[in-house]
C-alpha cells in the first residue's frame, strides 16, 4: 500500500496539562493531574499503568469521548475539545481509529457493514465503502467472514474486523485500549502484529494502553500512568 496522505508539520495529538476530575458525593476523585504527551506522525507508543491508574480515561480525552476538567487536546493542531459535539464527531472521523478491549462491533450488522461504517458515516457510497471494507478484512484474513456476523465470529476474528474498522479511514492515530487484553497469547499476537504491520504501511500512529510490558517493548516510547501525571519509561 502507498500512503498518499499529505501529514502536516503538526503533531499528530497534542495533550497540554490534561486535569479529569469525577465527583463523587461530597468528595472529587482527581484521576488525572496534568498528563502532558506529543505523538509524532507515525510514532508507536504504549501506555502503561495499574488497573485504576487512569489509562482509559486518558484515551477517551485524546479520542474526544470524554471532557478535560482542565487543559486541552490538540489533534493535528486542531482542539478537540471546547467544539460542538457535531465537529467532535467529524475530528474524529477524519483522524482517529479507536480499538477497545471488547470488539463493540454492531451485533446486527455483518463483519464488511461494520468495517464499512466509518466510510459510510462519511458519506461514501455503499459500493465504494463495501469494497474497501472486503479488501481490508482479506488482509487482516478474514477474506472468508465478509458476511459473518459478530456473533458468528471468534474473539480473535471479531478483534481483527475491530482492527480493520479502526483503520478503514486510514486515520493518522489509532487509540487502543488494551486491544488483546480479552484474548489468549496466540491471537493476541496475531491482533497485534497486524496492528503493527497496518499502522507501519499506512504511517499512523498508534497510542496502544496496555499492562503487558512485552507488548510495552514493541513500541518507540513507553510511558507510565502514575499518581495521574505521564513519565516516559527509561
Ligand atoms: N465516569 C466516571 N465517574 C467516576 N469515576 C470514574 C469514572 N470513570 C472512571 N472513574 C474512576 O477513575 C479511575 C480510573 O479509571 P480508568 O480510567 O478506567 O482506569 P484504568 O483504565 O487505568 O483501569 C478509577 O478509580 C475509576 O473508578
Ligand atoms: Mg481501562
Known sequence: MTDSVTRPAHPVLDCRNVVRRFREGASTLEVLRGVNLTVQPAERLAIIGSSGSGKTTLLQIMGGLDEPSEGEVLVNGEPMHGTDESAKGDLRNRYIGFVYQFHH?????????????????????????????????DRVGLGERLT??????SGGER??????RALITRPQLVLADEPT????????????????ELNQELQTSLVIVTHDHSIAKRMDRIFVLEDGVLRQSV
Open 105 to 137: 462491533l454492531l451485533p446486527e450488522f455483518t463483519a464488511e457493514e461494520n468495517v464499512a461504517m466509518p466510510l459510510l458515516i462519511r458519506r461514501e457510497s455503499k459500493a465504494e465503502a463495501l469494497q474497501s471494507a472486503r479488501a481490508l478484512l
Open 181 to 196: 487484553g480479552n484474548l489468549d497469547s496466540g491471537n493476541g499476537e496475531h491482533v497485534l502484529r497486524l496492528m503493527l
Open 159 to 164: 478483534q481483527r474486523a475491530a482492527v480493520a
Open 148 to 153: 459473518h456476523k459478530p456473533g458468528e465470529l
